[in-house]
């Protein structure tokens, strides 16, 4: 039987769990958030922290030591949406978040085994996954790719107000900021556009993080169009992911290449999507982080494949 500990004391946090206190797989022990230091310093267990009750300072402090923490398997249960970016929580090793819309639902048995699966620890770190990297992929060979359509919104005034000149200047400091966020991720720009392009990231199995890299992108918008691009103007831009296979030629050799793939997400990204939206094809949603589902409603098919957007705050 597999053991769940959750740290609360909360009625509300307890509720939620309510079918998993039922459940004959797992061991559900709640245990008092006082005593959360030492809880998750015990191994053998996942532990889902309630930070209800806890003050700001004890919660970037309790976020520090589970991300510190190599064999453990945690979650974080956050009643009144007290975390900025959960996507973060995920990269530092979090395998579940429990938001305030979750709170009021009862949490389902496949959502806990799946959680409790998402972050195992490898004892080898050598062990090869058999996933793609870049040191491998050869020219002229064909293999799968996550295809990243980005891409500008060019507004009608910018091109009979402000000039080409303004306009390549932003297009320049898009492409830069871009090459930050996708290059540490894997991510080349492969193929460009008149105002975007088709970034190229190895495919590998599991959840990527290219999906929530995209979404604070999305919800971060203003502070980028502040910070980053220095113009005076709310930056709109645009995301299409989508999985496939094509033949992989060097950037600027690409011309005479013909792929399903490669047209499809071109197609997708500069017919489908829509000013400002983040949207996958059904292929890709197999890869949203554990938690980030809900993020995601279906807005329709194209080419015969479903396609999700992202659920955008009003």
Same mark, same amino acid.
């Given at each position: 039987m597999k053991r769940l500990v959750l740290i609360t004391r909360r009625q509300e946090s307890l509720s939620c769990f309510d079918t998993i206190r039922r459940s004959k797989s797992i061991d559900l022990e709640v245990r008092d958030d006082l005593d959360w230091k030492k809880i998750i310093r015990e191994n053998g267990s996942m532990i889902? =922290?309630?930070?209800?009750?806890?003050?700001?300072?004890? @919660?970037? &402090?309790?976020?520090? !030591? /589970?991300?510190? #923490? +190599?064999? =453990? !398997?945690?979650?974080?249960?956050?009643?009144?949406g007290r975390i900025d970016d959960p996507a973060d929580l995920f990269h530092g090793g979090a395998s579940d978040y429990i938001g305030p819309d979750l709170l009021n639902k009862r949490l389902s048995l496949s959502r806990i085994n799946q959680a409790m699966n998402f972050y195992p620890y490898?004892?080898?770190?050598?062990?090869? $996954?058999? +996933?793609?990297?870049?040191? !491998? @992929?050869?020219?002229? +060979?064909?293999?799968?790719?996550? /295809? /990243?359509?980005?891409?500008? +919104? @060019? /507004?009608?005034?910018? &091109?009979? &107000?402000?000039? $080409? $000149?303004?306009?390549?200047? =932003?297009? &320049?400091?898009?492409?830069?900021h871009m090459n930050r966020v996708f290059l540490p991720l894997g991510g080349q720009l492969w193929m460009k556009s008149d105002y975007g392009g088709l970034y190229l990231f190895p495919y590998s199995e599991g959840s990527s993080d290219i999906i929530p890299a995209c979404m604070r992108l999305i919800l971060n918008r203003v502070l980028i169009s502040m910070e980053v691009f220095s113009y005076g103007t709310l930056l709109p831009y645009h995301f299409s992911l989508d999985t496939g296979t094509t033949v992989y030629r060097k950037k600027g050799n690409t011309g005479t290449l013909i792929s399903e793939a *490669?047209?499809?997400?071109?197609? =997708?990204?500069? #017919?489908?999507?829509?000013?400002?939206?983040? *949207? @996958?094809?059904?292929?890709?949603?197999?890869?949203?982080p554990v938690g980030l589902a809900d993020c995601f409603v279906p807005c329709g098919n194209y080419h015969d494949q479903d396609i999700l957007r992202m659920k955008v705050p009003r």
């Open positions: 889902y =922290l309630d930070i209800g009750s806890l003050s700001p300072r004890e @919660i970037r &402090k309790a976020i520090r !030591t /589970l991300e510190s #923490q +190599d064999t =453990l !398997t945690y979650g974080i249960v956050d009643p009144e490898v004892e080898d770190e050598e062990e090869e $996954s058999g +996933d793609l990297s870049w040191e !491998t @992929i050869r020219e002229g +060979d064909e293999y799968p790719f996550y /295809l /990243l359509y980005a891409e500008l +919104d @060019i /507004l009608p005034e910018w &091109k009979t &107000k402000s000039g $080409s $000149s303004f306009i390549t200047g =932003l297009l &320049k400091t898009f492409e830069s *490669v047209n499809f997400i071109f197609h =997708l990204g500069q #017919q489908y999507t829509q000013p400002g939206q983040f *949207v @996958i094809s059904r292929r890709a949603a197999e890869h949203i």
